[in-house]
């Protein structure tokens, strides 16, 4: 049975909940046919400063998420292994560490490669995929639709980081372009709880199936099961 709680209970206020209800019909949760795991940015930099809290690691590592990249290791293995487990395709995005694409309303230095590799726990394997991006998006001038449309995917299950930044654009614009998607709720996260909070609520209303971790695990294990025997 699928879980009723979800993390952004505490600060959804119950008439905002009740107007979204209208709009959140789906009586199940599914990751969909023929899925794929798309990692978000996890790569070295955003752990850096080890599991503090963010205000604390980001003086001396701007840019890391801090106690909430590290809550999210452990249950983010747990998917990988699954995904594996279920021989789905595993496709990771990162960033091009000094893009020509800026944005205009955010500060940036020069930085280095290193900060940009996936991070051990999660490293890709043979096969696997790796998009590097410049935008938001993972999709956004990227070959990402193509690899997928080859690969025969029509689901897409997400995870990583930012909530309210990359993995909420690279969500949306999934949807856009036709893929059924979920979230790994406890798989991704943000500098900020409050904006990880909302971006959550918003997706799940408009554009994805945000599922506890655990049924992903259970509806891959399904996959699992089908193709052993």
């Known amino acids: 049975m699928l879980r009723a709680d979800h993390c952004w209970d505490d600060v ?32 070295e930099k955003v ?19 801090g106690i909430h990249a590290w809550n ?28 020509r694409v800026v944005a205009t309303n955010r500060q940036r230095k020069v930085e280095t490669a290193e900060g940009y590799r996936i991070w051990p726990d999660f490293a890709p394997q043979p096969g696997d995929l790796v998009i590097k991006k410049e935008r938001a998006s993972g999709f956004f001038g990227t070959p990402l639709t193509a690899h997928l449309q080859m ?8 995870c990583g980081e930012s909530t309210s930044g990359c993995l909420r654009a690279s ?11 979920s979230v790994a ?3 991704c996260y943000d500098r900020s709880l409050l ?11 408009k554009y994805a199936d945000v599922m506890h971790v655990e049924e992903i695990v259970a509806q891959l294990g399904e996959i699992t099961l089908k193709k052993a025997g």
């Open 47 to 65: 752990y850096a400063g080890g599991a503090k809290p963010v205000i604390e690691v980001n003086k001396e590592f701007p840019g890391s998420c």
């Open 171 to 181: 969500t949306v614009e999934g949807f856009s372009n036709g893929f059924h998607m």
């Open 185 to 187: 709720e406890e798989c």
């Open 195 to 205: 904006s990880h909070k909302l971006s959550l609520f918003d997706l799940h209303h």
């Open 151 to 158: 690969l025969g995917v029509r689901s897409i299950i997400m």
């Open 12 to 43: 959804i206020d119950p008439d905002d909940k009740a107007v979204y209800a209208e709009f959140f019909n789906r009586q199940e949760r599914v990751i969909g046919p023929k899925p794929a795991l798309l990692a978000i940015d996890l790569y």
């Open 72 to 99: 999210a290791i452990e249950p983010t293995k747990k998917l990988f292994a699954a995904a594996r487990a279920a021989g789905i395709p595993v496709i990771y995005t990162t960033a091009n560490p000094n893009p």
